[in-house]
């Protein structure tokens, strides 16, 4: 009994991270993507969004494994492939940086706007606002209160949607869901790209995820076995998809089946989408969305402000060979002013639609897929990660799997681009 209460203890130390990832994840990929991929061709890309999923489980999951066997960051794993390795993933980060966290937070300062009846103020204001709070959040608390906070919003999350999600299902008229939309063809492919591409998140968030894993080690003094860290990312990821699911289900029962126009500007949208729940579903409907959706876009402006620099500070330590706390400290902080203004002036200059943008982040970030893949499965079966924590036969031969397919995708997907079918 004692040592079974041990294992207890020892799992609820390990769970932070993985809520810490679904709290990433879930944004702009979820509320407005699957959202409007239910719109745009009701249940067609369900199995799209399932299949996303499935291919980038072995890549993410090796972030928290990783970190955990080894005790080090993914960027240091990247580093001993080769300065290749790490100038690539350099690449990738920088060119969705910025784009990520101008999405997040625009889209989140709509969702705050609508839920709170501030139409005359601006979505830049907002915006401005949110990131000076998201600052004052991790300067107060750190990871302690980022890992608390997530936690809370999750299970706000979760249950409110679940709840829209199971009002709108009765709803749904199966027959004229499965008429194949007279748009599902190559002309959704840039589409369908930018919806896996941050589906159910891009793949450099397993570098975010491993290191939320060391911090929760060092703040609990608690290093999580392989089963506890796969627990831990396994009730994220089911989150995730969960929550995929039940967005683009409310997006093909509200807006496919009744022939409403999605707009382009995310607040328009978010104020549409709201409309849409309580003319459906009933005026009761909107405060449970508007908790939903707030508590979705809150927790990934908090993850995503906290985990861009933390990975632009380790990626520069990393390079330079300076790991003293008080250049990673300057670093961050600085770090953190230059993300941060650069989202508000991509804010301010795209404030009437995002979406170009965002389709070139997606895109980036689509095509950098099986490079971050194929780098994450090198640092799983390398020598630095124990036999013992190394993926078995069935995983590794996944994982490969996986790497060839989002490598094939990659490859088709830039050869329409150039020549065309």
Known sequence: MESEARVGRGFWKAVGPGILFAGAAIGVSHLVQSTRAGALFGLWLLPVVLLAHAAKYPAMVFGPRYAAATGRSLIEAYREQGRHALGLFALIAIGTSFTILAAVTMVTAAVVRTSLGLEGVSVVAIAAGLLVLSALTVACGGFRWLDALLKVLMVLLLAATLVAAGSALPRMEWAAALIVPAGLGLAALPFVVGLVGWMPAPLDITVWHSLWTLDRAKQTGHTPTHQQCRADFDIGYALCAVTACSFLLLGAVLMHQR??????GSAPFVAQLFDLYAEAIGAWVRPVIAVAASAVMLST???????????AQTLTSVAMGRERPAVRSRLYWGFTLLISFGAIAIIYTARHSLVPLVHLATTISFVGTPLLAAF????????AVPAAHRPGKAMRRASLACVWLWAGFAVLYVWQLVVGF
């Open 301 to 311: 402006t908090l993850t995503v402000f906290d985990a861009l620099p933390r990975t």
């Open 259 to 264: 022939g409403v126009e999605t707009p382009e």
């Open 376 to 383: 994450n499965h090198r640092a799983m079966h390398s020598a």
